[in-house]
């Protein structure tokens, strides 16, 4: 929703979207002025039509860390559909019809249960994820000095330390 134009866009559609977003401009000026007027008050964030559809209807829509396909149920099915056309493909040369027939009976057999097992498979591994990043944050706590709190000796004793190991 309210797609911020790009420097490839037209001068007009950059026009059109400075007035929908009641941002003062003067239409003479040129497509990089606007340009540097748009960068200037674009949102941070995107809104996608998406999200709004799911908020009203009392929804929070969550997006997955980027990269982090394996928190993704669909990635788990998209493996069985390819599995099953590659199991039906021994030969690696079937017509184009034939494969795509083999695609849409893979997505058919897809069930509940299946659906099940891919959502209790991304929730282990999310719980897994979580459990390490707290060992990880308890190991981090063990390492911080507070040096707010060291004696004196103990700032000797460790300068006496550091000048033995130069």
């Not at 799911?54 to 980027?66: D, I, K, M």
């Not at 017509?95 to 991304?122: F, N, Q």
Request: hydrophobic share 35%; net charge negative; with cysteine.
């Amino acid at each position: 929703m309210n797609r911020v134009p790009t420097k490839y866009s037209t001068k007009i559609a950059m026009i059109e979207w400075l007035v929908n977003n009641n941002i003062p401009h003067d239409p003479s000026e040129s497509k990089a002025d606007l340009m540097r007027l748009i960068d200037l008050h674009k949102p941070l964030d995107k809104v996608y039509r998406i999200d709004e559809i799911v908020r009203q209807a009392g929804h929070v829509a969550l997006r997955l860390p980027p990269y982090m396909c394996e928190l993704n149920p669909i990635e788990l099915a998209w493996a069985g559909v390819k599995r099953y056309v590659r199991e039906r493909n021994t030969s690696g040369n079937l017509p184009k019809a034939d494969l795509k027939h083999l695609t849409y009976e893979a997505i058919a057999s897809i069930g509940k249960d299946d659906w099940e097992g891919y959502v209790k498979r991304v929730m282990a591994i999310e719980n897994s994820y979580w459990e390490r990043d707290q060992r990880m944050e308890n190991v981090v706590d063990e390492f911080i000095i507070d040096l707010g709190n060291a004696s004196s000796s103990d700032s000797e004793s460790s300068s006496d330390t550091s000048s033995e190991v130069d």
